[in-house]
């Protein structure tokens, strides 16, 4: 199992707490994350990924280990200590203003 940080307007549309846990069948990548997000939450998709693409959205980012992995590739392992459940994979929901 995993552990993913919603922000708060996903835990909102979820209806879920501030942490979830997932079951990543497989090699644990952030594509395989937001797989088994998708599947457990099929009302997420879409918010972190272009459904088509499959590319993350811009005011998307993902942390773990003190680490932004937002611009890494998508099908690299995350971080042992997020594939053993050790620390969480953040999902933060940028801001952007004028």
């Known amino acids: 199992m995993i552990r993913v940080v919603l922000p ?3 835990r909102t549309l979820a209806g ?3 942490e979830v846990a997932l ?7 952030l594509n395989a994350a937001l797989d088994a997000l998708d599947t457990k939450y099929p009302m997420l998709r879409g918010t972190l990924r272009d459904p088509v693409t499959r590319q993350r959205r811009s005011l ?3 942390f773990a280990v003190g680490r932004d992995l937002s611009h890494d590739l998508p099908d690299a392992p995350l ?3 997020v594939a053993l459940g050790a620390e969480p994979l953040i ?7 004028g």
């Open 8 to 10: 708060y307007h996903l």
């Open 16 to 18: 879920v707490g501030r």
């Open 23 to 29: 079951q990543v069948d497989g090699p644990v990548t």
């Open 60 to 62: 998307i980012r993902f």
């Open 79 to 81: 971080p042992d200590a």
């Open 91 to 97: 999902i933060v929901g940028a801001i952007a203003g």
